[in-house]
């Protein structure tokens, strides 16, 4: 099979980039392991992915965000970080931003079903579902994908969106910076006697770390949890009673009475990012490029910035008449995702090491940060300026155009 770009991986990443060469006239594979019926009704993983007002201008460009329904959009006015026993804590308040809120809350399935309903019946698009690429094999003139069931695709570029543990990115030789955080995080949808006021908490105690997602419902949140693999693991052993009474102990009462809507779902913390994001005929975009540490909510927005800037930059090269997968073109692309994403990668890494080391100078210097982003309104203002993306993109010429090629919905 022939085409000018093959896509591994249809998780929401590689179901945008497809998304966003609609119209283009590229002709393009996309190439996923799961079968097209868990793309078209993705099972409900836990995840509610925070978004920010740049994420969603995207997912509306994309045709995502209008097929989402109003049950699945929580909205996130303010965000409020606790430490310790602290009942206080720094806010993040929407009118210190100048919004109206801070971002939204959307559950992960609910981004995958709508990347899968905006790419059905694309033009120039095929799929090949249920299967895995089993080998990879570059040249100048190409690249070419040998599938587990025997098939081949030959493309002009490969781009994988196959997760952080990227075996194609893997096989091309691009080595990857992995931190593994030693913790397990745990998220599970819950009802509360108290109303959630569209606020997200991130609540930093000894011992743990615990978040609550406001979500559509101002009674019900994703209570997330984070601790050693072995303690997150006694949690799911635990009955539904004993395990509400665990988390609504663990939120010190202050949600009221606590229940559980869905079981928890569990996700080991690694986070990794790739010494490179391109090779000859070769991009990496996703968490195949970038995968964060969920505390600070940007993988998938990293993810949308992948897509929007390597989309851009072909369509801009093809529109031109050029090879659009020449070095020149892919090296733009590079540089502007890692600009993007490196120094909040670094500062989540930082975060996460300091706030889940509880001895007595870490505890001291927690203390000391956030009293210093109560009293200064810069900090926190720069803080939400990277909560809604109100940073300036990382070229204009990004902004003006995005994804030219697609039909206006
Ligand atoms: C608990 C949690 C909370 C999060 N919260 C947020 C948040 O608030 N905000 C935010 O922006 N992000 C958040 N994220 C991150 C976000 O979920 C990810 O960044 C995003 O889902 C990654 O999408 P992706 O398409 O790059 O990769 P994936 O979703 O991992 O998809 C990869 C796809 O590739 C396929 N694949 C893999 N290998 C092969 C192969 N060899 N052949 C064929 N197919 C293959 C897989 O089957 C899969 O469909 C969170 C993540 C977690 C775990």
Redesign the pocket.
């Known amino acids: 099979m022939q085409c000018e770009i093959a896509i591994?991986?249809?998780?929401?990443?590689?179901l945008s980039f497809a998304r966003a060469l609609a119209g283009s006239g590229l002709r393009v594979v996309l190439?996923?392991?799961?079968p097209a019926a868990s793309l078209s009704s993705p099972a409900d993983d836990?995840?509610?992915?925070?978004?920010t007002h740049r994420?969603q201008q995207l997912m509306r460009q994309l045709g995502l965000w209008d097929r989402l329904r109003a049950s699945e959009i929580g909205l996130l006015r303010d965000a409020l970080v606790l430490d310790g026993d602290d009942r206080e804590g720094l806010l993040f308040s929407h009118r210190e931003a100048g919004r109206d809120n801070l971002g939204w809350l959307v559950p992960?399935h609910a981004i995958r079903r709508t990347a899968w309903e905006a790419v059905a019946g694309q033009a120039d698009l095929t799929l090949l579902d249920g299967?895995?690429?089993a080998g990879v094999c570059t040249d100048a003139a190409g690249v070419v994908l040998s599938l587990a069931d025997g098939r081949s695709v030959r493309a002009a570029l490969l781009v994988a969106?196959?997760?952080?543990f990227?075996?194609?990115r893997r096989a091309v030789g691009i080595r990857a910076r992995m931190h593994d955080f030693g913790r397990t995080?745990l998220?599970c949808r819950m009802r509360h006697d108290t109303p959630h006021r569209q606020t997200a908490w991130e609540w930093f105690r000894y011992g743990q770390t615990l978040a609550l997602l406001p979500l559509h419902d101002p009674h019900v949140s994703s209570a997330?949890l984070t601790l050693p693999q072995q303690e997150i693991q006694r949690l799911q052993a635990l009955d539904e009673a004993a395990f509400n009474a665990d988390m609504q102990a663990r939120f010190d009462g202050r949600l009221g009475t606590m229940a559980r809507l869905a079981l928890p779902v569990a996700?080991p913390l690694v986070g990794v990012y790739a010494e490179r994001f391109i090779a000859p005929r070769f991009a990496a975009?996703?968490?195949?490029a970038v995968?964060?540490h969920?505390v600070t909510?940007?993988?998938?927005?990293?993810?949308l910035h992948s897509v929007e800037a390597l989309s851009t930059r072909l369509l801009r090269a093809r529109r031109a008449g050029q090879d659009c997968a020449t070095g020149a073109v892919l090296r733009s692309y590079e540089r502007s995702h890692q600009r993007a994403t490196r120094p909040l990668y670094e500062a989540t890494r930082a975060i996460a090491g300091l706030y889940g080391d509880d001895r007595p100078a870490a505890r001291a210097l927690r203390k000391f940060a956030l009293g210093l982003g109560r009293h200064a309104s810069p900090f926190r203002r720069l803080v939400m300026a990277g909560l809604t993306d109100d940073v300036a993109p990382a070229t204009r010429r990004d902004a003006a155009a995005p994804f030219a090629g697609l039909p206006v919905r």
């Open positions: 591994v991986g249809a998780g929401p990443a590689g190439v996923e392991q799961a836990g995840r509610e992915i925070a978004l994420s992960n299967v895995r690429v969106a196959d997760s952080r990227s075996e194609t995080m998220v997330v996700y975009i996703g968490d195949a995968g964060m969920p909510a940007h993988g998938f927005n990293f993810g």
